[in-house]
């Protein structure tokens, strides 16, 4: 089991680039999720999905966008970076509701992607 | 909206100090609360949980408890180590269809020998 596994470790991009950050997960979660890390803001999500074909929007989504096409991946794209998504980006995994057993509700996190946009 | 409220850090400790970090929450509802431990250059993991009033979480000597009558969730240790410096999230969960977490701000702690 590798557990969320998150590529690239770190990126430079200039403005106006774009990319996409890897997600992927082993452990058959049907929910995945994005956050950001800001120094003094903690953690705030960006996107989620539930499933595979459906996404949903969190509390950051601007700029950003996603896509699950299957269970195991989840990417991040960014269209046009901007400074201001200079951060260290997660992604998160864990079962959803099954039957109110709140056990099942663990997120895992992979290690993170630190980027930066000059 | 639902929301998380950490005690601004840095926490700077000698080892075997006792340990407490606040947090107090704002939800709706019964919301799941949750300590998440982050050390230097990885990811966030999971230290304890509790999913309802009055219920302990433990482990590795931390402990919370759910406390719905002060909405607080405060983190505790009775020894700590070296070891234990990290940054420190406090979470909940409010349920529903979704799994949303919202965290604190983090406190970053720091046990010195």
């Not at chain 1, 269209?79 to 992604?91: M, N």
Request: proline share 4%; net charge neutral; glycine share 10%.
């Amino acid at each position: 089991n590798a557990g969320v596994t998150q590529t690239p470790k770190f990126q430079v991009l200039k403005t106006g680039q774009s990319m996409t950050l890897q997600c992927a997960q082993d452990m058959n979660h049907e929910y995945m999720s994005w956050y950001r890390q800001d120094p003094g803001m903690g953690l705030r999500l960006i996107h989620y999905s539930v499933g595979a074909g459906i996404t949903d929007q969190g509390e950051v989504p601007n700029g950003y966008n996603v896509s699950r096409s299957t269970t195991e991946d989840f990417p991040l794209r960014l269209l046009s970076a901007a400074p201001s998504q200079t951060s260290v980006y997660f992604c998160a995994s864990s079962y959803s509701k099954k039957g109110g057993r709140s056990s099942l509700y663990e997120q895992y996190f992979g290690p993170g992607t630190r980027l930066t946009v000059t | 909206g639902d929301s998380v409220t950490q005690m601004e850090g840095p926490v700077t400790l000698s080892e075997e100090a006792f340990l407490t970090i606040n947090c107090t929450y704002t939800a709706t509802g019964y919301p799941s609360l949750f300590w998440y431990v982050q050390y230097p250059g990885e990811g966030l993991q999971l230290l304890l949980k509790a999913t309802k009033a009055d219920d302990k979480g433990s482990n590795k000597g931390f402990e919370a408890t759910y406390r719905k009558e002060t909405t607080s969730f405060h983190l505790e240790k009775g020894s700590v180590q070296v070891s234990d410096s990290a940054v420190y999230f406090c979470a909940l969960r409010r349920g529903g269809a979704t799994n949303k977490l919202i965290f604190g701000t983090g406190t970053l702690l720091a046990v010195q020998p």
